[in-house]
Structure formats: C-alpha cells, structure tokens
C-alpha cells in the first residue's frame, strides 16, 4: 500500500513556520514595550524622588536645587513624552503583528482540517481496496473448492 501524499503539505509547513517566525517577532516587540514602559517608569521614580528629597532640604537651598531641577524638568518631561510616543507606536505594531498571526493561525488550522479530511478520505478509500482485494482471494478460493472435486471426480472415472 503506498504512503498518504498530501498535496498541499508543504503549504502548510510554510503556514507553520510563519506562525512560529510571526509568535517569535511578537514575543520580541512585547519585551521591546516593556522596555520601553520600565524606562518611562524610572524617570517618573528619579523625578518623584528627587522632589521628595527637596522637601527635606531646608528652605534656602531648596529654592537653588528647584530652580536648578525646573530647568531640567521639561527635558526630562519631553523624554518621558517621546517614549511614550514610541509606546504607542509599538503597540501598534504589537497589534498589527496579532492580527497577522490570528490570520496565518487561522489559514494553518484551516490546512490541517483539510488534511485531516483527505486522510480520512485515504484510509477510506485504501481500506475500500483492500476489502476488494480479499473479497476477491476469497471468491477464487471458494471457486477452487468447488472446482476441485468435479475435476478429481471426473480423474478418478477416466482412470478406472
């Protein structure tokens, strides 16, 4: 009996390797967002603190320290807007890498449906050939039977 062949196989393991290439990419952008959302909070932390160790500075030379932090302040704000701003832009991409994967994921599943019917539909088919085939043995093995003992019979009278 020969092996089960199916056609469409190879398009299939593309599907595959593209889902695992494509859950690869977003596993890699996911830690990049996270990187990203981390740094945003160390500057929110370095901020906050350095406001609260002004508190506990007295007066005199707190007014120096906060003049000296405002100049600084709206560059720290404005690092801390642009990497929201790269935020949003790999979220995007996150998405947009999610809804390619749920389609290749989807086109994949549809693939192994269709393989798993046509194998079906193989076995179907061999197991159909091959009861033929035995029914077939069986038939010319009946037949033999009956055959058989005429032609013995009919030995035995030529020989008496």
Not at 7 to 14: A, E, G, S, T
Not at 44 to 60: D, G, N, P, V, Y
Not at 115 to 120: D, F, H, I, P, V
Request: glycine content about 0%; proline content about 1%.
């Amino acid at each position: 009996m020969k092996k089960f062949v199916w056609r469409l196989q190879r398009l299939l393991d593309i599907k595959t390797r593209q889902e695992e290439l494509l859950r690869t990419e977003l596993i890699a952008l996911t830690e990049q967002v996270a990187a990203v959302r981390a740094e945003i909070l160390m500057h929110k932390i370095s901020i906050r603190s350095k406001l609260a160790q002004m508190r506990t500075i007295e007066a005199a030379e707190r007014l120096e320290q906060q003049r000296h932090f405002m100049q600084f302040a709206h560059v720290l704000d404005a690092r801390i807007k642009s990497l929201n701003e790269k935020m949003t832009q790999l979220e995007e991409q996150r998405k947009e890498l999610i809804r390619r994967l749920m389609d290749v994921r989807k086109e994949r599943k549809s693939l192994e449906k269709l393989r798993e019917k046509a194998r079906t539909e193989y076995q179907k088919e061999s197991n159909q050939m091959e009861q033929k085939s035995t029914d077939e043995t069986n038939s010319t093995a009946f037949a033999r039977k009956l055959i058989m003992p005429q032609e013995h019979a009919a030995l035995m009278e030529q020989s008496v």
